[in-house]
Each structure stands twice: as C-alpha cells, then as structure tokens.
C-alpha cells in the first residue's frame, strides 16, 4: 500500500460552501463522502440516489454530473442508485477523479459554473439519508486485543490463543444492517434468568449493549477459491463508515455454542456516509506492533509496507443520552491501537477462498485501547454489569435502557491535516414488541 | 401447518416421459423440482432460465408458458431466470397451479396438446444446471442431537446447555453457496499442527471433512424487528435441497473463539433441484418428541399442528469414492430424526427480529441419528480422526483426501406414496492452490 496525496487533501484549500470550513466540521472539502439520499419531496420507497455531504449541504451527483466529464463522469453516474455498490466497484482512479472534480467545482476561488454546482446542492435537513447499499455479507471482526482481553478477564477463562494468530471475526446478517437513527427494538430471545444459574427465559432481553466499532466497505474481492494478499486486501477498501453492533448479552451468552448469532442479528447501525480510503489517506499510521509475548504476525497476514501506514488514526466516541434527558460521554478511543489492520482483516477474511463481493461490509469489533475511558461496550466498562456507570444526575446504568440512545461520532485526526467526520450513528432503545 | 395432498401426489399418476416412472427415479411426475439451467448450446456466462426435472428430462418453463394460463403462467415467467428467487417469492397457490399445470400435460393419458408439451422438453444431458439462486443470507443450524452429543463426546466436555433449548445456529457465507459438481478447493489455514499442542502453522488443511445435510429455501420472511411463529415460518417455506456444509476441522477448532468461521466458509454444496415442500406433503411425519430428561420445546417454538408433522421422512446417505476407483456408502441417516423441525428453525432465525428474506437458504446441520452408520461426517464416524473407516480394497480414511468425491443422495418415502429424490449432491476434493 502507498499512501499518496494530491490536491483534495490540500489543507489549506477551503469551500465557497461556508458551513465546510467551520471549525470541527465533519465534512469539509477534504472529505467529500458519499452517500444515499431521497428528498423529503420524493414518495415514500421510491429510488434514493447518490450525493457527497459537504458542510450541511448535499451535493446531488444526478444534479451536477452534466458538469463533470470522462471517468469522473462515469463514476457519478454509477453512484445514479438506489445502491453505492455500483461506485464501489468502479476503479479507484475514476472514484479519484470524481472527488478531484468536486473538490475544484466547490473550492473557494473555483472558475468553475458556479451557478450549476449550486444547483446540485440540497441542505442536509431537506433529505431522507438512506443506507449506502444493502450489503451482500456482512462479517463482525474482534479486532481490539484490550477488548478481548477485558472480555476474557470477565470469564475467568484465558484469552483464546487464536486471537494472539489471526483477526478473530464472526459471519453476521447483511439483513439487519441499518442506517443511522433505525429504532433500536429491544430482541427477545432465551436466556439465564441470572448468568450461569442454569434458569432458561424466554423473554425481552436484559442486558442489552451496544459496541462502537468502524466498518470498511469493499469494491469487490476474490473469485471463489482464491485469496487475496494483504496489499491486494488494502486495494479491495473503498471506505468507512462507523458502526454499532448491538448486542444481546443475556441471548449471546446463551445461544454460543457455535458463535453469536441472534444476540448479534438484530440490528447493526452504520452512519450514513462512506468516507473514501482516498480522503482517509493523511490519517495513515504504522499498525500497532507486537509486543513482549504476543506472537508474530504470521506470513500471510504481514506486510511491512501496508503495516507501516495500515492504521488509520481515527477518534472515537460514544455518548448515551437518557430519555430523562441526561447525557454523557462512555466512550473515547483510538481506531489506530487496533491489533489487526482492516487490510489483514479482508485478507483473513478472503483467506479460505470463499468470494468476498462489491458492497460487503466488514467490522472491526469493538474499537477499544488500553485507557480506562476506551472501554468501547458496556460490558466492558461496566465489568459485565457488575460495576454501574453513574451518571451526573446520580442515575445508574449497566445495560441500556427503554429509551436511551447511543451516538457514536468518528474523527480522523492528523498535524498538518484537516480533520474529517462520519456523521452520527446513533440508535435509540424501543421496548420489545408484545408477542 | 396442514398436509394437504392434491392430485399432483396421486400415486397411481404416471407420466408419458417413460424415464419418470422408472423404480428409484428421484424426479417421478409426483415431484416437479424447480432448477435452473443453460442448454449446452448457450454462450458460457448467459442468463440461466428456468426448468422442472421429469425423469431425465427438464421441461423448459418459457417453452411452455404458451400452454399455461392464469397463475400457473404467472409463476412459470417468475421462473424466466437468472434466479428462481422471484419464484419463491409467489404467493404458493401460483408455484401450487404451476406444478398441477405440468403435472396434468406430462401425465399419462393427458389430452392436453403433446406436441408443446414435447417441444418443451431438452435432455437432462443436454444442459447445464446452474445454483437456483444467490441465496441474500446462508445460515447453518446445527439440529441433530446425535451429532451434538457425539462431537461434543469428542472433546470430554458436556453438551452445551443451549443446545437442548434452541436449535443452534451460526451465519454463513452465501458467497460460496454453489452448485454440485463445483471443485473442492483444499483451504488454506492456520491450525493446530497437533490439536491442543500449541503449535500454530499456517497451510492446506489437514483434516477436511464433509457434512450431509438437507437445506431449506424461504419464500420470504420477516420484516426488521419483526418475528415470525412456527406457523408462519412453515408457510414460508418454498423447498429443499441437500446440502453439503464442507468443513476444515483444523482451520474451524483453532478459530472458534466466535464460532467457526474460515474452517465453515470456503464451500457449502447444493444439490440443483428444490423439491417444493408441495411435492414432500406426503412424507410429512411427527417430529421426533423429546425424551426422559430432554427440555420442553420452548412455548415460541412450539406448535402442537406442527409437531404432528413437523418432520419429512427422507432418507439421506453419503458415498465416498476414492482416485483410485473405490467407492463405499459411509453414512445412512434419515432426516425425520432431527431434534428440531425446520420451521422451529426458520422461526428461531426469525425471532430477533433480523429480516429473512425471498431466496435465503437454512442448512439443517449434519443429519445424524442415533444408528452407527448414521454418523454423517468424518469427524464423528472417525471420532475425530482416531478411528480410520477402512475400505473393501483395504484403504483407509481418517479425513478427505485430494482426489476424493463425496456424493450425498436423498429419498423421500412413506406408505402409500412414490418416493421422490433430489438428484446428487457431489463434490470432489482438488489440492490447495499454490501460494
């Protein structure tokens, strides 16, 4: 992997559209993301189309295509929807030259037709922001080793040894996948009415979790019975959007003889924008090395250009929002302490040869580090509900509660570089469904 | 759920195409499999189209949707192809008029016009059969007792407590879902080069197993947060196939800190008919109750209606034949011993809440049984390797080896009925590829 900058990541260039330049904006020109929107003019299910958040302000690609020309032309018209897979399994360097576009038609001081990039644009507040694409798989890594390792240390079992050997990961359902602001409906499922008491339940599930993690969506993978290097892994990335992948505690701990399966299935939320692995370029790092007793990275799986720029400094958080109205912070990490590079991940994940696909959606698990306040899921930060959060206002906390909402906010941070966001996503707790 | 039987499943029925009433032909005109196919004649990589197998014919459906009016003629263009999906998903009444449509012009003594009829028929040998759909979601359960409580003998640890309460589960990979026939690709992995002695390698697969299963296809399913009863999810059944669920013990017993995942993903076998449940009406028997000892069936899995014919009598073997010419029958079981019935296990998937969907196929697990040589894959006939299967010519096998075939057969059988089959499912085992 070659991490390559050009003109888009200029710092110092800067929109007409002035709500990109304000301080801690997600979206200034440097970002440029894509996404699905309808307006709120459009009928109820009819075909979203593709836009590029910039500011508060959508640029519609159906809007401003007639502006653009050769590959960058072709890439807004694969973005035409109601699915982004299309423009992500177009060739980087058309993706490029899109961005490259936009980035000119929108920069401060542009010569471009102003009056036609105008018109493609639409406030955020007047559209609907609609999944990016159905994946056709998703899979759910455990890819932080502090995560995993707080999680065994919970059990009283040791770590299991794979962990320390590949990028452990589950396949989820693509189904359940969700944009950023779907209900979060409490599951029902079996359970221990207390954990290891042996009372089976069927009922709403008590120890509901959330876990703050990033996702990578691909451009397209391995043929059937093929592999792919870690270089060609890095290659398949199109970019990343943030995720929670809700978790059923009480039904996970139950049902997992063979893995989690409906403690895991009944929503994941992404947010609504895909942020391009070009714009994500100058947050680049070396991949967290291997320390005193913890196993090389095996062969396959290592890469000693891809590690040395295989991170991605990200800061992550999570707040969690009471229905009573309190507010607070549960969470602060870094996507760059992850013990597995997203590339090794896909590479792992192409490993037996089964096809990975345009559109796929990959997880890394829950993004937590060493510090304290980077315990990324409840059941970390509340030592499986044995230790609750106190809140300002003197409310508790070990699971989630009817009406609480989770948000998690992602920000790409670097010195000589303009940040660049996700977006929000968030998800707000509803009762179970009366059967 | 109701068994109804209609004339379709008359038993005295025959039909003029001779091949269909020949004794054992798996596809008498009492079954009408759906599948889909491309002549011989076609451009490598064109659409596939539709077809019912008939003894060794396949009735062509855009041949014949001339002859066919109403719904019967509705379903056969939902059937045009590239994917039977749209089939399934018609209301079953359609698929219901479709089936007695063919079965009254290919029966004996039709006064229907034979010469269409006729015309519409091309020679099993004379295609190629295609995967009848890219399934949007592939999960396997694991729903024999038997195969639960001998693999878990294995190990010397108890059975799972989930596993007497919910009909286990895990999320597989629905891109590597293929047709019979399709080449076994050894998977490369890390392993343990000697269970449980700590030395992790990375390379083919030592230990490649098979696992003789039956799936189901659904019509449909449940909407996001939405769950469906056991009633429901029988009615959303389209039909079966059998199902050769590949495994990589090696890969799968080093990687399952979050179930198995690369050791389960590299190739699930299908065999290229679906035999509508329509046409297994007949072979419908009580689902196997629970004994001295065993859990209740929980009250959200349990139907009394559909307890009483939960079940399908079908009888499933395996046959392995070697390079060398060898071939032996390694495994007999018959799927009406399942713990669980697939629309316990169709319910189950449903009741987090996660959507299933038109085309999702279900994998039943390993059809064991409590009988010796209802031990259907190599793990428990072998008892992990320990016990090699020594063959008439004096071979042995402990595991699959390169250049191996497996081949699964199914029968559907009852009192009173034709016995109906669902062709081969065969794979044969082809050396890793070079790294």
Chains 1, 2 share one sequence.
Request: glycine fraction near 10%; proline fraction near 8%.
């Amino acid at each position: 992997m070659r991490v390559e900058l050009n003109p888009t990541h200029d710092p110092s260039r800067r929109s007409w559209v002035g709500s990109a330049n304000a301080a801690g904006a997600d979206f200034p020109i440097q970002n440029l993301p894509f996404g699905l929107f309808r307006t709120k003019q459009q009928p109820v299910g009819s075909p979203p189309r593709g836009g590029v958040a910039l500011g508060d302000q959508i640029i519609d690609l159906a809007g401003i295509v007639g502006e653009l020309n050769g590959a960058a032309a072709d890439a807004a018209r694969a973005a035409i929807g109601p699915s982004l897979a299309p423009l992500m399994a177009r060739p980087p360097a058309a993706v490029s030259h899109l961005r490259a576009a936009l980035s000119d038609l929108y920069r401060e001081g542009a010569d471009a037709p102003r009056a036609a990039a105008r018109a493609a644009l639409l406030p955020s507040s007047a559209v609907e922001l609609v999944l990016p694409a159905r994946p056709p798989s998703f899979a759910d890594f455990c890819s932080s080793i502090d995560h995993i390792r707080r999680m065994a240390a919970g059990t009283g079992r040791p770590v299991a040894a794979c962990a320390n050997h590949l990028p452990v990961s589950y396949n989820g359902r693509a189904s359940s996948v969700a944009i950023t602001g779907t209900p979060v409906v409490r599951p029902r499922g079996q359970f221990e009415a207390r954990p290891g008491g042996g009372e089976v339940r069927y009922g709403p599930e008590p120890r509901l979790d959330y876990e703050l993690e990033l996702g990578v969506w691909l451009r397209g993978g391995n043929r059937l019975g093929q592999t792919l290097s870690v270089a060609e892994a890095e290659a398949m990335m199109f970019g990343c959007s943030l995720v929670n992948d809700w978790s059923a505690r009480g039904i996970q701990a139950f049902e997992m003889m063979l893995g989690p399966h409906l403690g895991k299935s009944f929503l994941t939320t992404v947010s609504p924008w895909i942020v391009t692995m070009e714009a994500l370029a100058p947050f680049r790092v070396a991949a967290r090395g291997r320390e005193q007793g913890e196993p090389a990275v095996p062969d396959h799986l290592h890469d000693a250009d891809d590690r040395a720029h295989g991170a991605i400094r990200i800061e992550l958080t999570a707040r969690l929002s009471t229905a009573a109205g309190h507010s607070q912070r549960i969470a602060r990490s870094g996507f760059e302490d992850m013990f597995w590079t997203f590339a090794q991940m896909v590479a792992h994940q192409a490993s037996s040869g089964a096809p990975l696909e345009a559109g796929d959606l990959l997880g890394s698990g829950t993004v937590s580090g060493p510090a304290d306040d980077a315990r990324a899921c409840l059941a970390e930060l509340t030592e499986r509900g044995g230790n609750p959060i106190v809140f300002d206002d003197g409310s508790r906390r070990v699971w989630l509660e009817d009406g609480d909402s989770v948000a998690i906010r992602g920000r790409a941070h670097a010195p000589n570089a303009v940040p660049i966001g996700f977006g929000e996503c968030v998800g707000r707790i509803l009762a179970a469904v009366s059967t």
